[in-house]
């Protein structure tokens, strides 16, 4: 059972276009939603995340929408990058257990060509 | 000033075999984690720790047994190892177990079960 699914699997973007990355979830018990960029070889790092009292959150050119009843957000690459190629997951976080608990999505791997 | 840092990088190893991978983070945070991210690139959690305390155990078989000595270090250690755990492990830690704390990953090892 895949409770964040997320689409497209791949990817293709000219420089200077905009990435759209969508994720949705099933469980509501999820109180936080990051999004991790990982590039080859390295570990994921998060690049930005929003609460689920937020409808959007901007960090530079990545904008994070998020519509709670629809249970489902995106990521927004603007003016996308050869550097921004990476594979990114978008995830959701709850308290399970007393801990943490970090469920992420099947990965979007994304190519900005020149 | 690698925050979380893992050995060995690489592991190629036979069936059957017993094997460790360290972790250890120098970000001064109270909970560790480990993560096996799939051939398909499909991060889930395996374990939690707290301040050397199991928080998570995410049904993973009991071949897999993680110890944390202190609060900086999480090593997992596998017995009889099978074709199916070939992976990229990835350890990481956050500042507690708040839902909204950022996990930083470490680098992976690469396991390689022959």
């Known amino acids: 059972q895949q409770q964040v699914k997320q689409s497209p699997q791949s990817l293709i973007v000219q420089k200077g276009g905009i990435s759209i990355i969508n994720c949705a979830y099933e469980n509501t018990a999820f109180d936080y939603f990051p999004w991790y960029q990982q590039f080859p070889g390295k570990g994921p790092a998060l690049l930005i995340a929003?609460?689920?009292?937020?409808s959007e959150k901007k960090e530079g050119r990545f904008t994070i929408s998020f519509n709670k009843s629809a249970k489902q957000f995106s990521l927004h690459i603007m003016d996308s990058q050869p550097g921004d190629s990476a594979t990114y997951f978008c995830?959701?976080?709850?308290?399970?257990?007393?801990?943490?608990?970090?469920?992420f999505g099947t990965g979007t791997q994304l190519k900005v060509e020149l | 000033d690698t925050a979380v840092s893992q050995t060995p990088k690489y592991l190629v190893t036979q069936m059957g075999n017993d094997k460790s991978i360290k972790c250890e983070q120098n970000?001064?945070?109270?909970?560790m984690y480990w993560y096996k991210q799939d051939s398909k690139k499909f991060l889930k959690i395996m374990f939690s720790y707290n301040n050397k305390e199991l928080i998570i155990n995410e049904t993973v078989p009991n071949r897999f047994s993680p110890k944390s000595p202190d609060k900086a270090h999480l090593n997992l250690h596998i017995n009889s190892l099978e074709l199916g755990d070939s992976a990229v492990y990835f350890c990481?830690?956050?500042?507690?177990?708040?839902?909204?704390?950022?996990?930083?990953f470490g680098p992976g090892t690469r396991l390689t079960v022959l």
């Open positions: 990481a830690s956050s500042q507690g177990l708040a839902v909204r704390n950022t996990q930083y």
């Open positions: 929003i609460r689920p009292d937020v």
């Open positions: 995830a959701a976080s709850r308290l399970t257990g007393g801990g943490n608990k970090l469920t």
């Open positions: 970000l001064g945070h109270d909970t």
